[in-house]
Every structure is written in C-alpha cells, then in structure tokens.
C-alpha cells in the first residue's frame, strides 16, 4: 500500500475529471460560442478588419489584437465535440456557422486588400505562407488548452492563449490579400495553414471529449461510426502529409544556411583579398561572394569553391565575383595604400586570433591530461590548476617562461617525499625545469 501513495497522487494530479464542469454547461458554453448572430457576429467582422490592417500594416501588436477577439475557435471546437459525442444535429451547425465565418473573413479581407494603397508583403503575411509540421503541433497542442479550458469549472485566461497561439485569424486574412493582388502561392499556403488549425484544433477538442467520456447526446448505427473515423483518418492523413514535407523542406535550408555561413566564415580572408558581400539562399542553394583587394587569380577561385566541399554544402553554387581591385586603381593612391594597410591589419590581427586562440586550447588539454594522469599515480590528487606564464628576475633583462601547476589533495595530503616526487614529475611530464608547484588541501 505505501508503494502506491505516491502512484495514487501523481493520477491525482493529472486527472482531468477532478476539476470537470457539469456536462450540461459544457454543452451549453460550446453550443453559444458556435453561433454568429448579434454581439458574436459583430466581434467576427471587427477581428477581420483589425487583422487586415494590421497584416496590411505590419504590426505584429494589431495581429495579436485580432487575435484576441476573434471568435472562430468557438465553431471549431464545436465540430470537434460533437462528433465526439455524435450530435449530429449539432455538428451540422457548428459546420454551418463555420462556413458562413470562413466565407466572411475571405470576402471581408478580400475587399480589404482590394482598395488597400498598400499592397506590400510584408514579413507579417509572408509568415502565414509556408505552413510545416511544426504549425500542426501548435495547433493540436493549443487546442488541447483550449478545449480543456471550455471543459473545466475554472476556465481561467487559457482561451486568449490558445487564440494568439494557434492564428486562425491571420491565415485567413492572408489568403484574402492573396484573392486581392492575384498572389495565388501566398492564398493557398494561408488557406492550408488555416486548415491545419482548424482540422487539429477540433481533432483535439474531439480527442478530450472522448478522453472525458463526455455523454453521447445522438444514436448513429456502427457502420455509421466507422465510416466517420474513417473519414476523420482520411482527412488527418491530407492535412498532414503536406506540412512533414514543408516541414522537411524548412529543416533543410536551416542546415544549408548554417553550414553555408561557416562556409562563408571560412574564405572570408584569401591572400591579400577580403569578402565584401555576401547573399546565401538556401531556397536556391546558391552562395554569392564579392571579394575587394588585390585581384583573385583563378587558382585562388578554383580554391574558394573547393572549399565548399569542406562543408558538406552538396550541389552548392558559389559565384566568386571581384569586387575592386588594387590592379585597377593607381599604386600610388593614398586610399589605395590605407587598404592594404588594413587588409594587413586584420591579417595580423587574425593570425594572432588563431595563435592565441591555438595556445588557449593547447593549456586547457594539458591542463585535463595532467589531472587525469595524476589522479592515477596520486589518488588522493583531486584538482589541478595549469598556466604558462612569465617570471622576471632582478638580475635578468628578459623573463624566462615557467609553467605553474597548483595541486589541490583531498583527504590524506601529500607526505614531503610525495610532494618532491610530484615536482619531479611534472619536470619530466612537461619537458621543462622550470616548473613552479604549489600544494594545496
């Protein structure tokens, strides 16, 4: 029994029944929220022309906004919750009021974006064009917030969460702009991430009531229930395939664009030439590099592009264009001459970059083998602190170079004889005399 205390408050924790509504008001609050007359009808047109301007606009504030007060969510978990609970009745009215919602926002932002002086893409309604499989997750798990939210007797502040998460709102507004200025890409990817907001937001309200066992409000045949999953099956599978492959697509020209700007990072300085410019499109997979200094021979071209094979880039195409060179510009040019007196600059500066960077590395892996030998030899051996640095002497102009070593014990401390046996070892491991130990418990 004291074994399943723990186990019995953990189920209490997760358990969503502890906190259900009453089922009546549950039905209640979903059947309000899918109707579009008087004061819902007016908050729907208000959200369409908020979201318009704020698309048109660029304002991610105004987005939000439209967001906020939109009152889509409400048909959509209404289709979700009674098919669970097989109201067809209804489910045929959540459908309705949907449509009708849909059908508004489209004609709405349509008429909107139409007379619109501005009619820019912005990055506000490029961003509701490429729909992934990650849009998917947003959308089933903020349903899943939502609808238990509606469910239970708190309902608390999740819903206006849920609605900034999950956008249906801009979406739709998007493929509007798109009816409006012709830009049928930009229509068909909004309206296709509408949907997978609308088909995963009610898939989760369909899911939680089943989960809650929510009571079953028509009598349909058994064939009647396959055929319906089957077509919810068949409708998942459509919307989903898409958006793994988009999502596929878009984890792609990440790494493409990674790899391409250490690429990049790598040429950025060839041989008294310096990069300029540079433009990496992954969409394309395409590098274009413009170089300004002495002029690129084509062996040092050849080199730059074999260097994209470094990288993993594929079937990558570098362009390699010469910006300005010395060669065009008179010798004796002041400004001339302050460029390669940079370009010197910053190639004296990177080399002493690496060197100091190459010395750093080489300490902190000597530092780790000293410890990892001694701590064999020593047990008692638990830290080891290792620098290189300089010791100057009153009698000496130059300083000579001593490596320190601090030696920290734990538990039993090192006898004298153990100490100079230390000393004498790290003389040796070191190659050098000049070694300084310091002992410490």
């Not at 048909?75 to 059908?103: C, E, H, M, W």
């Not at 071209?301 to 264009?321: H, P």
Request: a neutral charge; one cysteine or more.
């Amino acid at each position: 029994m004291k074994y399943n205390r723990p186990l019995r408050r953990m189920l209490e924790l997760i358990n969503l029944e502890s906190d259900l509504d009453e089922y009546e008001n549950i039905h209640d609050t979903i059947e309000k929220e899918l109707v579009f007359k008087g004061t819902n009808l007016w908050i729907l047109v208000f959200a369409i022309l908020v979201a318009s301007v704020g698309l048109n606009m660029n304002s991610t504030a105004v987005i939000i906004g439209a967001m906020l007060i939109s009152p889509l969510m409400g048909p959509i978990n209404g289709i979700g919750y009674s098919i669970a609970t097989y109201d067809l009745s209804l489910f045929r009215q959540a459908l309705k009021n949907f449509t009708f919602a849909v059908i508004a926002g489209l004609l709405a932002s349509t008429a909107y974006f139409a007379i619109s002086p501005i009619s820019t893409a912005h990055s506000e309604l490029l961003a509701r064009t490429s729909p992934t499989i990650y849009d998917v997750l947003i959308a089933f798990f903020g349903g899943m917030a939502g609808i238990v939210a509606i469910t239970s007797r708190k309902k608390g502040n999740v819903i206006p969460g849920v609605a900034i998460a999950t956008a249906l709102m801009p979406p739709l507004c998007t493929a509007g702009y798109g009816l409006a200025t012709g830009h049928f890409t930009f229509f068909f990817g909004a309206l296709y991430l509408f949907t997978i907001n609308t088909v995963f937001i009610a898939l989760s309200a369909f899911l939680i009531s089943q989960i809650l066992k929510l009571p079953i409000r028509g009598t349909i045949a058994d064939a009647q229930k396959k055929r319906i999953n089957q077509m919810i099956s068949v409708v998942l599978t459509l919307v989903l395939i898409p958006s793994i492959y988009f999502g596929y697509l878009m984890v792609q020209k990440e790494k493409f664009t990674e790899r391409a700007g250490m690429y990049v990072e790598n040429i950025s300085v060839v041989e008294g030439n310096y990069l300029l410019k540079h433009e990496i499109n992954p969409k394309t997979r395409t590098i274009q590099l413009i170089y300004g200094g002495t002029s690129l021979t084509e062996v040092q071209k050849e080199d730059i592009l074999e260097r994209a094979n470094d990288f993993s880039l594929g079937d990558v195409n570098v362009q390699v264009e010469q910006g300005f060179s010395y060669a065009d510009l008179a010798l004796r040019n002041s400004e001339v001459e302050t460029l390669k007196a940079e370009i010197n600059r910053l190639n004296l500066l990177l080399r002493e970059r690496n060197a100091e960077l190459t010395g750093i590395s080489a300490i902190r892996e000597k530092g780790s083998d000293l410890l990892a030998e001694m701590a064999v030899i020593y047990p008692q051996v638990s830290e080891v602190s290792y620098a290189r640095t300089l010791n100057y002497v009153k009698e000496r102009e130059n300083p000579d170079t001593l490596a320190l070593v601090i030696v920290k014990t734990k538990g039993k401390d090192l006898t004298g004889k153990g100490k100079e046996q230390v000393e004498k070892w790290l003389s040796t491991r070191l190659k050098s005399a000049n070694v300084k130990v310091l002992f410490s418990k």
